[in-house]
């Protein structure tokens, strides 16, 4: 009986066991190349066994049937993809609330900041595109919105650009944490990136569309 080469063996277990569709095609196409050489390279007065051909055979069956399903899959992520993007394009020129760094343009940005319901204290902290603070401030415990003028404590109007806004939460002196700042932006595009929807926002900005919290016109 001829005996499988360690390398075609090795070949054939990889194979059945990828999981990305351009190694296991690759890996396939390998596969056949292989099986068809050991086919045409056997000896006649010692052909290989009717079982062991068999059982590469059904190996081959099922690595084909393989690579078949994972293309179904992947057009049926396609289409759910597209879908999705056809639908969130109604987004577009919306507002949408999230906790996504704001376009600073000097005009006064309205802010809904999310005090913790346990804090005594609460600030809001403004952090520049670096991640420098560049402001704190006292917040009410209300969580009512503000305006936010982007002023310096001189006077100065602070530059524009992007800006993070955080809640930093204290009860009796001791720091609890920081929560959210959520603010509304208009959406002026979505995209697939990667097989990912993004939404671009005016300013800049990119969100996923799970960090939004509410839409309006």
């Known amino acids: 009986m001829t005996e499988i080469s360690p390398v075609f063996a090795q070949t054939a277990n990889y194979t059945a066991s990828a999981t ?12 056949i190349k292989m099986l068809t050489a050991q086919a045409e390279n056997q000896d006649p007065l010692n052909p290989m066994d009717s ?13 084909e049937q393989q690579v078949k ?16 993007l056809a639908q969130l394009s109604n987004w577009v020129g ?34 520049d595109e ?3 603070e560049v402001q ?18 001189s006077g100065a109007a602070l530059p524009t650009g992007s800006y993070r806004f955080e809640v ?22 979505a995209q697939m990136i990667d097989g990912q929807i993004i939404l671009l926002l005016q300013g800049g900005g990119a969100i996923s569309p799970e960090d939004v919290i509410g839409l309006r016109s």
């Not at 760094?101 to 999310?114: D, I, K």
């Not at 704190?136 to 404590?153: K, N, S, Y």
């Open 51 to 63: 079982a062991e051909y068999a059982s590469q055979l059904a190996s081959f069956s099922s690595v």
């Open 94 to 127: 919306m507002d949408a609330r999230s906790a996504a760094t704001v376009r600073f343009e000097g005009a006064p940005l309205t802010l809904h900041p999310l005090p913790a319901r346990l804090a005594d204290e609460a600030y809001l902290v403004v952090s």
């Open 168 to 189: 930093e939460n204290y009860a009796q002196g001791a720091l609890l944490g920081n929560s959210p700042v959520e603010s509304y932006q208009r959406v002026e595009e």
């Open 20 to 31: 990305t569709q351009p190694a296991l095609t690759s890996d396939f196409q390998t596969f």
């Open 130 to 132: 670096s991640g420098q």
């Open 136 to 153: 704190r401030l006292a917040l009410p415990l209300d969580g009512a919105p503000i305006e936010w003028a982007g002023v310096a404590q």
């Open 69 to 84: 399903t994972n293309d179904l899959l992947a057009g049926l992520a396609a289409q759910m993809g597209s879908s999705n």
